[in-house]
């Protein structure tokens, strides 16, 4: 079974607030020039914040932060995001499957930008059961 999808919209401006929340000033989330100085196309999300806009995606599908059991991914491409007011947006997939354990689901997770994945080996267990919308 697959869920509904969640399309998170990310702006320069998030990126801003969440370095400011993470402590994360590195250049290549704010500098185009810095960025592309050290051989990336341009301005690149930070990876725990697109980590936890798919597990932000993973706890809306459960109904409760609380009901993640486990989540991990690997990071495989960037989030490009574009200086203008639109941004870029990751769209989050997730196909149910089933545990050995009685009460538990595995939700095999897709995050892609711009058609192309951005995370690999992306998966979540949850309990209880799934609000899908």
């Known amino acids: 079974m697959e869920l509904p999808v969640k399309t998170f ?6 990126l801003i607030r969440y370095a ?15 960025a592309t100085k050290v051989g990336l196309p341009g301005v690149i999300a930070h990876g725990m914040f ?22 991990g991914v690997r990071f ?3 989030v490009l995001v ?5 941004g870029t947006e990751i769209e989050v997939r997730a196909v149910v499957r089933d ?16 058609g192309e994945k951005v995370l690999a080996q992306a998966r979540a267990t949850i309990r209880g059961s799934l609000a899908a919308g």
Request: glycine letters at 8%; a negative charge.
């Open 99 to 114: 545990t050995p354990e009685p009460g538990l689901t595995r939700l095999d997770l897709t995050a892609t930008c711009l």
């Open 82 to 86: 574009p200086d203008d007011d639109q």
């Open 20 to 34: 400011g929340a993470s402590g994360d000033f590195n250049p290549i989330h704010w500098s185009d020039r810095f």
């Open 76 to 78: 495989t491409r960037p």
């Open 9 to 14: 919209r990310v702006t320069r401006a998030d």
């Open 50 to 71: 697109t980590m936890a806009l798919v597990g932000r995606a993973v706890t809306e599908w459960a109904g409760s932060p609380d009901a993640v059991v486990e989540y």
